[in-house]
């Protein structure tokens, strides 16, 4: 518990923060259900209460039961006040949702793209974006912001530095969606997101230490350590999909050698699928083949589970969480990859640390990383100061 002292217009602004997020996640409350587990006096929760109704973030929905007097009237989260648009940048697909301040996915845009030079998919990109504002419903703040998972590496400041897959380097993608959109953009690694996705509202919701697996054209990891999103000291975390498993492997498109997306990723099984069929296919096609039970598509999936066990193995070991949670394209293959995965887990995996793991697949399918950018957009447009707690 932390004590606030000096600028009063500091101390409301936070207190506000406080009654609002409280309202949000535990309404409907009452006014003085809030005075008592924020241990704010009633006199300024009543006096914020109104400021929120005033902004039509909070609204009164009647009376609750009473416990000996008055019935006391009940508060909730107006959480159709605005807007986000998550936008989930894959290498060769854009996943794009609008949903309202808790996270409700009101519409949904999906599109395909083959060349893969900036210009061709911002403009994609803002098509998406504009293709979701049509249909938007009208209310009080309109679009509050734009979130963009992508899949390379992130700075602080939100420029995307490096997306080895789709070639490119120092993309000013926040700046540019800014400006055409004059909303506030938020930029992070799609697997990040992913990670805050399954926290929020899908499979990891439950649990404290996470690690997601985003398992795509490349493969990306978003780490949830002790409740919170874990980006290392520059933003840069999760890059596991480049860490070594082949020491003399193949070469990555980011320099290095023997890189686990090389041999555990959507491209893997594509270039291998190649190979075994002698022609072109898509991971649809292949689980098409898998449901009909057909022998070397069964296998591919077997050899691509195999090698993301191995990198799970390491991940385990390396920060002993209680949950993995797959997500992105591969997690459609769950029933032909997940026996492979965990056999190498049950075979490599230190026992200590693989009493308590739990393996599972993303609830929120290929939804985590857009629903979880759109979390940060949101986030920051509710943010009104650190959420703690105040003794005035």
Same mark, same amino acid.
């Given at each position: 518990?932390?004590?606030?002292?000096?600028?009063p217009?500091?101390?409301?602004?936070?207190?506000?923060a406080?009654?609002?997020?409280?309202?949000?996640s535990?309404?409907?409350?009452? *006014?003085?259900?809030?005075?008592?587990?924020s241990?704010?006096?009633?006199?300024?929760?009543?006096?914020?209460?109104?400021?929120?109704m005033?902004?039509?973030?909070?609204?009164e929905?009647?009376?609750?039961?009473?416990s000996?007097?008055? *019935?006391?009237?009940?508060?909730l989260?107006?959480e159709?006040?605005?807007?986000a648009?998550?936008i989930?940048?894959?290498?060769?697909?854009i996943?794009?949702?609008l949903?309202? #301040?808790q996270?409700?996915?009101?519409?949904?845009?999906?599109?395909?793209?083959?060349?893969?030079?900036?210009?061709?998919?911002?403009?994609?990109?803002?098509?998406?974006?504009?293709? #979701?504002?049509?249909?938007?419903?009208?209310?009080?703040y309109?679009?509050?912001?734009i979130?963009?998972?992508?899949?390379?590496?992130?700075d602080?400041?939100?420029?995307?530095?490096?997306a080895p897959?789709?070639?490119?380097?120092n993309i000013?993608?926040?700046?540019?969606?800014?400006? !055409?959109?004059?909303?506030?953009?938020?930029?992070d690694n @799609?697997?990040?997101?992913?990670a805050?996705?399954e926290?929020?509202?899908?499979s990891?919701?439950n649990y404290?230490?996470?690690?997601? &697996?985003?398992?795509?054209?490349?493969?990306g990891?978003?780490?949830?350590?002790?409740?919170?999103?874990?980006?290392?000291?520059?933003?840069?975390?999760?890059?596991?999909?480049?860490?070594t &498993?082949?020491?003399?492997g #193949?070469?990555?498109?980011?320099?290095?050698?023997?890189?686990?997306?090389l041999?555990?990723?959507?491209?893997?099984?594509l270039?291998?699928?190649?190979?075994?069929?002698?022609?072109?296919?898509?991971?649809?096609?292949?689980?098409?083949?898998?449901?009909?039970k057909n022998?070397?598509?069964?296998?591919?999936?077997?050899?691509?589970g195999h090698?993301l066990?191995?990198? &799970?193995?390491?991940?385990?070991n390396?920060?002993?969480?209680?949950?993995v949670?797959?997500?992105?394209?591969? %997690?459609?293959?769950?029933?032909?990859? @997940?026996? %492979?995965?965990?056999?190498?887990?049950?075979?490599r995996?230190?026992?200590?640390?693989?009493?308590?793991?739990?393996?599972?697949?993303?609830?929120?399918?290929?939804? %985590?990383?857009?629903?979880g950018?759109?979390?940060? !957009?949101?986030?920051?447009?509710l943010?009104?100061?650190?959420?703690v707690?105040?003794?005035?």
């Amino acid at each position: 518990m932390t004590k606030i002292t000096g600028n009063p217009h500091l101390i409301k602004k936070i207190n506000k923060a406080l009654v609002l997020d409280m309202v949000k996640s535990q309404g409907p409350l009452s *006014r003085a259900d809030v005075a008592q587990r924020s241990g704010l006096n009633k006199g300024t929760v009543s006096s914020l209460v109104k400021e929120l109704m005033d902004e039509e973030l909070v609204y009164e929905i009647g009376q609750g039961e009473s416990s000996g007097g008055r *019935r006391p009237v009940l508060l909730l989260f107006n959480e159709k006040a605005g807007y986000a648009i998550g936008i989930d940048l894959g290498v060769h697909y854009i996943i794009g949702i609008l949903n309202d #301040l808790q996270g409700n996915i009101i519409q949904e845009k999906k599109a395909t793209f083959h060349y893969k030079d900036y210009p061709t998919v911002l403009t994609l990109i803002k098509e998406t974006i504009t293709d #979701l504002l049509e249909q938007m419903p009208r209310s009080r703040y309109g679009l509050i912001g734009i979130g963009i998972g992508v899949p390379g590496v992130v700075d602080k400041e939100g420029k995307l530095l490096f997306a080895p897959n789709l070639e490119w380097v120092n993309i000013p993608l926040k700046q540019d969606i800014e400006e !055409a959109f004059h909303v506030p953009v938020i930029i992070d690694n @799609e697997a990040n997101a992913g990670a805050y996705g399954e926290k929020r509202k899908g499979s990891g919701e439950n649990y404290n230490n996470v690690i997601y &697996i985003s398992a795509g054209m490349g493969i990306g990891v978003g780490l949830i350590l002790n409740g919170e999103l874990y980006r290392g000291t520059n933003g840069f975390s999760g890059e596991s999909g480049h860490m070594t &498993i082949e020491v003399n492997g #193949l070469r990555c498109r980011c320099g290095n050698i023997g890189c686990w997306e090389l041999y555990a990723s959507e491209q893997a099984l594509l270039e291998k699928a190649r190979v075994t069929m002698n022609n072109e296919t898509s991971l649809e096609m292949l689980l098409q083949l898998a449901e009909g039970k057909n022998g070397d598509v069964l296998r591919l999936f077997e050899h691509i589970g195999h090698y993301l066990g191995i990198g &799970i193995n390491n991940l385990i070991n390396t920060f002993n969480p209680e949950q993995v949670v797959i997500g992105n394209r591969l %997690s459609m293959a769950k029933p032909w990859i @997940e026996p %492979s995965i965990k056999k190498i887990i049950n075979q490599r995996t230190l026992p200590y640390h693989r009493t308590h793991v739990v393996i599972e697949f993303s609830k929120l399918s290929i939804y %985590s990383t857009a629903l979880g950018i759109s979390f940060f !957009a949101i986030e920051e447009f509710l943010k009104k100061g650190e959420k703690v707690e105040v003794f005035l």
